[in-house]
């Protein structure tokens, strides 16, 4: 039961131009959603999150857009940098059996071509 | 550099045996979380501790068990090895089981089992 999908394991994108990564969630009572950036050898890091109250959360080149009625978020990355190249981890939080759970996507690889 | 540390960084062992994995979290954070990334998985939430006490289960095996002592390290321990226990396992820390819930991880720690 996957309940936070991202459906395309891998993106490439040229430097300069938008990178757009998607993820999918079945489960409305989610109530954040986070962004986590993966370089080989190295754990997660937390990259933005943005509230189920909220529609849109920026920070810098990243924004995050959530559209509730679709169970749906994507991350915009606009210029895309080579160091942007990594994998990158949808999560969503929800309180469950009285605590607060973090369910990861599988992850989408993205590359950045300059 | 997360703050977050795991040892031993890899670890090649045999199937049926039994192997400890450890993790110190960030200075004063009370929650500890395990995860398992097996090969083109997303992070499986395994367990969770704060301050000592088990607050969230996810998908751990029942051979798998893990504690957190009091200065607050946390152990993962997993028995009766087989070979699909081959993954990374990463252990994060946070303040506390907040809304946002921004996770810190670490490195992770390579089983190998053979």
């Known amino acids: 039961d996957q309940q936070v999908k991202q459906n395309s394991p891998s993106l490439s994108v040229q430097e300069g131009r938008i990178s757009i990564l998607n993820c999918d969630y079945t489960?409305?009572?989610?109530?954040?959603f986070l962004w986590y950036k993966k370089y080989p050898a190295e754990g997660p890091t937390f990259l933005i999150s943005?509230?189920?109250?909220?529609d849109k959360n920026e920070d810098g080149r990243f924004t995050v857009f959530l559209n509730k009625s679709a169970k749906h978020l994507s991350l915009h990355i606009v210029p895309s940098q080579p160091g942007d190249s990594a994998v990158y981890f949808c999560?969503?939080?929800?309180?469950?059996?009285?605590?607060?759970?973090?369910?990861f996507g599988q992850g989408t690889r993205l590359t950045i071509n300059p | 550099d997360s703050g977050v540390t795991q040892t031993p960084k890899h670890l090649i062992t045999a199937t049926g045996q039994r192997v400890t994995l450890r993790c110190s979290p960030r200075s004063g954070d009370l929650s500890v979380y395990w995860y398992q990334q097996s090969l083109d998985q997303g992070l499986q939430f395994l367990i969770q501790?704060?301050?000592?006490?088990?607050?969230a289960k996810g998908n751990i095996l029942e051979r798998f068990s893990a504690q957190q002592f009091p200065d607050l390290h946390s152990e993962l321990n997993l028995s009766s090895l087989e070979l699909g226990d081959s993954a990374l396992y990463f252990c994060a820390s946070s303040l506390r089981t907040s809304v946002g819930n921004e996770q810190f991880f670490g490195p992770g720690t390579r089983l190998t089992v053979l």
């Open positions: 999560a969503a939080s929800a309180r469950i059996q009285g605590a607060q759970k973090l369910v």
């Open positions: 943005i509230s189920s109250i909220k």
């Open positions: 489960n409305s009572m989610f109530d954040y």
């Open positions: 501790y704060y301050n000592g006490e088990e607050r």
